[in-house]
């Protein structure tokens, strides 16, 4: 048995001063909450400084998911009576909210453990808890030891593999994290694929300059990817938004990624003359300190991909760019130069409390990591706040991963076996997500690059069941791919990628000169925008934006889409799944056709 320190909270941040006084709170009914292996490639380099801080998100088991969920499948469900028909924020909150015992509980035992509730921030549905305490604290609060853990890229971590908690809070917590998440939202973390340049640039932007845009030939070099290809390839060169007060779409930079609207505006004047408006007019909002353009802070390859292809297809519809830092500064001992909060949940709990009115109706991220970098209760709950997202009309687009299934070298497993398998990633494995892969060239075939090693991701998760609406469409699939890859892949896994775009050598400019970029992180942001489009036509007409597609997606939406049957998601040290005829685990449903989509939803259609 334990003797639990005193913690005063004398600021903001609750810190711990004095370690010998009386035990609060004998911790012999403690036991192990949750345990999860130290990924592949990370190792565990010391001990953190004890003064490190963390800020820890306490999720409290939500009265009613289930009913959220029922719901979240109705309104998105086009043959459902209630389709559109999405929820109000108050509506969300009420099924989140946890029971009044489980919030007692939890606040009692911060208490009992010397933490001021008026030093933690509560959330309006009041299902989670946040509150920046020392290591050392957290360490006594959770029964636990923390460690910095090194990745082979460099990056660190202060992270934990096991933590407990009383045995009568199991039930009433769902997560605790940063603890056994290993999931990097950080620039190393992220992967975009910079290729040298190997298109003549005058040439591509005299190409993206052409007016002949009647045919894809003509629009398009496939070497050098332009919003015009982009336009013309997915059809929506002919339309104009027509709400662009009442519409709007977001994407996410993590951890110090910036991007910088002076080379927006290059690029604009360069590939889409008519939008170089736009290139400031964006609305930059900082969460916890995240880092944005504000003529200092340096830009990154990520945040200017993203903005300059969003602002290339979606003009005049405003853009919003949400940058999330993880705040509050750590001290930078010699063990932990890299900031190791945990920013997804961060921006999550955020947008969760911001008016619904303000919340841009398509969402575009382009980070992720292996599913096994995280356990499962963490990516369950971070799946379910998309769920609450999908619920009130918010569309998410992720990108589906750059490795194919898996970089030859990563596909271990983490469940203490070191199996050999295929690594689906986190959170395209989310069901309540969109997950977006990459396609090059025309036709179109799953994308990769030898340059640099890109191949578009797919995969099977090993922690969300495969769900109802894309069980025919993957099903079929596994039936057309036998026994193939057997042992490597979970069958009953939700399956992604659930559709594509381009997502190889995008122009893109970063402080002052042009590059190339290769990625899924190129199509989440295409395949966004291009569903920004759609809602602008649909709340045009009146009607509800899209909110969680997939329902959609497997039930009607993709006869819009261009199947793309050639290529496969090379990997592990092999093939990787292969395209084919229909959903396909390479490539999904395939490319979006913008005119077909409005046809299929039966909008504007004169
Ligand atoms: C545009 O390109 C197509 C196909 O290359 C050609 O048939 C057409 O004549 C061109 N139009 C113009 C105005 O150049
Ligand atoms: C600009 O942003 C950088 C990075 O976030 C920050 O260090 C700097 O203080 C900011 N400068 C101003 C003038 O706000
Ligand atoms: C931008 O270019 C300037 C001048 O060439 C250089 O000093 C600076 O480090 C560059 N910044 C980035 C983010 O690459
Ligand atoms: C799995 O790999 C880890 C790290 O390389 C090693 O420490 C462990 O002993 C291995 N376990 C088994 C069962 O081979
Ligand atoms: C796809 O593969 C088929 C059969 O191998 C081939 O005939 C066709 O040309 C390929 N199409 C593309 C776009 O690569
Ligand atoms: C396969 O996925 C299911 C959930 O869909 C999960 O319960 C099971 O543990 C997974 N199997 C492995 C080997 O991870
Ligand atoms: C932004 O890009 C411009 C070139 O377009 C460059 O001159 C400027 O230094 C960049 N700003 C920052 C803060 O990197
Ligand atoms: C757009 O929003 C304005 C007010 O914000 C409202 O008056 C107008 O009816 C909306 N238009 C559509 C098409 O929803
Ligand atoms: C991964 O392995 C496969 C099969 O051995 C190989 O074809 C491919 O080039 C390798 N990929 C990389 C990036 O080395």
Redesign the pocket.
């Known amino acids: 048995m334990c003797i639990r320190s005193l913690v005063l909270a004398t600021t903001v941040t609750a810190v711990a001063l004095s370690a010998s006084a009386t035990p609060l709170n004998p911790r012999f009914d403690y036991t192990v909450k949750e345990s999860h292996n130290v990924p592949p490639q990370w190792s565990n380099i010391g001990n953190p400084d004890p003064l490190h801080h963390l800020t820890l998100n306490i999720g409290l088991q939500p009265n009613d998911f289930e009913s959220l969920e029922h719901h979240l499948h109705q309104v998105s469900d086009p043959s459902h009576p209630r389709y559109g028909q999405h929820l109000t924020q108050e509506q969300v909150h009420d099924f989140l909210k946890p029971a009044d015992e489980t919030f007692d509980l939890v606040r009692a035992w911060l208490v009992d453990n010397s933490i001021d509730p008026s030093f933690c921030n509560i959330n309006t549905a009041r299902d989670w808890i946040t509150v920046t305490l020392p290591v050392a604290t957290i360490e006594q609060l959770l029964d636990t030891k923390y460690s910095v853990y090194e990745h082979q890229d460099g990056t660190r971590l202060v992270r934990t593999t096991s933590w407990s908690l009383p045995q009568a809070l199991h039930e009433h917590i769902t997560t605790i994290q940063p603890t056994t998440a290993f999931l990097r939202a950080n620039p190393k973390g992220k992967t975009v694929l910079d290729v040298p340049i190997d298109v003549d640039l005058a040439q591509a932007v005299k190409v993206a300059d052409a007016a002949n845009t009647t045919t894809i030939r003509g629009a398009c070099n496939f070497g050098g990817m332009t919003p015009k290809c982009l336009r013309t390839l997915y059809n929506t060169i002919n339309y104009k938004p027509q709400v662009p007060n009442n519409n709007s779409i977001a994407f996410n930079n993590f951890l110090g990624e910036v991007s ?1 609207r002076s080379d927006a505006r290059t690029f604009l004047q360069n590939f889409r003359p008519d939008a170089v408006d736009s290139a400031y007019a964006g609305t930059q909002i900082s969460i916890n300190g995240g880092a944005y353009d504000n003529g200092t802070a ?3 390859i990520e945040g200017n991909l993203d903005l300059e292809t969003i602002l290339g297809l979606v003009y005049p519809t405003p853009v919003t760019l949400y940058t999330t830092g993880g705040e509050p500064p750590f001290n930078a001992d010699k063990f932990t130069p890299t900031n190791t909060n945990e920013p997804y949940l961060t921006w999550l709990l955020f947008l969760r409390d911001q008016d619904l009115s303000t919340i841009p109706k398509v969402i575009s991220t382009s980070y992720g990591d292996h599913e096994q970098t995280v356990p499962p209760s963490y990516a369950k709950t971070v799946c379910n706040q998309f769920a609450a997202l999908g619920a009130q009309g918010i569309s998410l687009f992720f990108s589906s991963g750059d490795f194919g299934v898996g970089a030859n070298s990563s596909c271990v497993t983490n469940d203490g076996k070191n199996r050999t398998a295929f690594m689906p990633s986190f959170p395209a494995s989310c069901p309540y997500v969109t997950s977006v892969g990459g396609t090059m060239g025309y036709p179109e075939v799953v994308a990769y690059d030898t340059r640099n090693g890109f191949v578009s991701g797919s995969g099977f998760s090993n922690y969300f069941q495969r769900p109802k609406w894309q069980s025919t469409a993957v099903e079929d699939y596994l039936d057309s791919i036998g026994d193939q890859f057997q042992g490597l892949y979970n069958t009953s896994g939700r399956a992604y990628p659930d559709l594509s775009a381009q997502a190889y050598r995008y122009l893109v400019w ?3 000169s042009v590059r190339s970029v290769d990625g899924t992180s190129c199509s989440a942001p295409t395949v966004a925008s291009i569903f920004s489009l759609v809602n602008d036509a649909l709340v045009a007409e009146g009607k509800s934006p899209m909110g969680w597609l997939n329902p959609w997606l497997y039930q009607s939406g993709f006869e819009a889409f261009t199947d793309v049957v050639n290529g496969s998601s090379i990997g592990c040290n092999g093939p990787g799944f292969g395209a084919s005829d229909g959903w396909d685990a390479a490539s999904g449903f395939g490319t979006p056709d913008f005119e077909k989509i409005l046809d299929v939803l039966g909008v504007g259609v004169s």
Request: charged share 0%.
């Open positions: 910088n340096p830009a990154g970063l402080n002052g």
